[in-house]
């Protein structure tokens, strides 16, 4: 009976996890200061009401991507301006120091998308550029919403390509250095990244470190598309085997394991894995085990911190450090200590 008990509790634990990418926790706390800018790229359909921007859960089919220039004010909220793709240059080459994309997971508004960068770029002293893709309707629940925003990754593969595109110009006018910008996809957010490289679509490299974290895309066969990748100098893959967030996506769905807990097939020759079980782990509140990038995580782990800080900022990670690494019997994968 107790067994039982136990089984039921933490199977009621890891659905309630199963949202901790599904809605913004009320105790989560940003680290953001006053006046941190962010600048916003988005395919989302959005309306003008009494000069506020609105923006729906629905991707823009008609017009191209839309670029915002946001600032924190204070308790959260921001402050936009819409730029023209020259302002946009400006915006960039005004900006000191490297430079960061960050492709979010699901459930996130246009604000919330905003608020994390914001968060990524306080904790690790980056300029940030967050790609704020569709993926919250507040009519639907978790894993219905989960089956939406993976649709309006499909509907929008070409708005992905489009920042692409226009990622290698800003690099080809000396606006972006490709050694100076790295990529970070979190969680189905990496599906973006799957379904560009199923597309077979040639493209220069722009990153120095692309990185693959908590990926909620299938783990099976997942070489044959990472191997595919080309947009990168560097290609790191990070996962958690207990990650909650992904044990619940398996068991309340029907997806299969997922990149971001397990690594059992076989391995990409491209990428490097950094496994990271055995210094998150079980993590509590549970969302540390999935967003073990800001919040609590980095903060109290040293070597958390500083594994993303050089990941963030284009840096070459230096994996015979023993402080940070051990080696396994895999030659591209590593246990961070």
Not at 89 to 100: A, H, Q, R, V
Not at 272 to 286: A, C, K, R, V
Not at 322 to 331: H, K, N
Request: hydrophobic letters at 40%; a neutral charge.
């Amino acid at each position: 009976m107790k067994q039982i008990s136990q089984a039921i509790l933490l199977l009621l634990i890891i659905f309630s996890c199963l949202s901790s990418e599904s809605q913004e926790r009320v105790d989560y706390k940003y680290q953001i200061n006053k006046g941190t800018e962010v600048l916003a790229i988005t395919n989302r359909e959005y309306n003008i009401n009494n000069g506020k921007y609105i923006f729906q859960n629905l991707v823009d089919t008609i017009s191209p991507l839309s670029f915002f220039h946001t600032k924190h004010i204070a308790d959260n909220n921001i402050r936009l301006e819409k730029l023209t793709f020259k302002k946009l240059e400006k915006f960039i080459s005004s900006k000191e120091g490297n430079w960061l994309l960050f492709v979010h997971g699901d459930f996130k508004t246009f604000e919330l998308s905003v608020l994390r960068a914001m968060d990524i770029s306080e904790t690790y002293g980056i300029n940030v550029m967050v790609f704020c893709w569709p993926s919250k309707d507040p009519k639907l629940s978790g894993t219905k919403n989960f089956k939406n925003s993976k649709s309006n990754v499909y509907k929008s593969k070409n708005d992905f390509l489009e920042l692409l595109d226009l990622l290698n110009k800003l690099n080809g006018d000396n606006v972006l250095m490709s050694d100076s910008i790295s990529a970070f996809f979190h969680s189905l957010g990496n599906l973006y990244l799957q379904s560009y490289a199923e597309g077979s679509n040639a493209r220069e490299k722009i990153f120095s470190n692309l990185i693959i974290n908590s990926a909620a895309v299938e783990e099976e066969d997942h070489n044959i598309w990472v191997d595919k990748l080309n947009l990168q100098k560097r290609l790191y893959i990070l996962f958690n085997e207990k990650d909650f967030t992904l044990n619940g996506l398996r068991i309340f769905t029907p997806a299969g394991k997922q990149l971001g807990e397990r690594i059992r097939d076989t391995l990409s020759t491209k990428a490097i894995y950094l496994d990271f079980s055995e210094s998150i782990g079980n993590e509590f509140p549970t969302w540390n085990s999935h967003s073990y990038y800001i919040g609590d995580i980095p903060s109290q782990n040293k070597i958390v911190m500083e594994i993303y800080w050089q990941l963030y900022n284009s840096k070459f990670i230096d994996l015979g450090n023993g402080l940070l690494f051990e080696a396994t019997e895999s030659p591209n994968r590593y246990v961070v200590k």
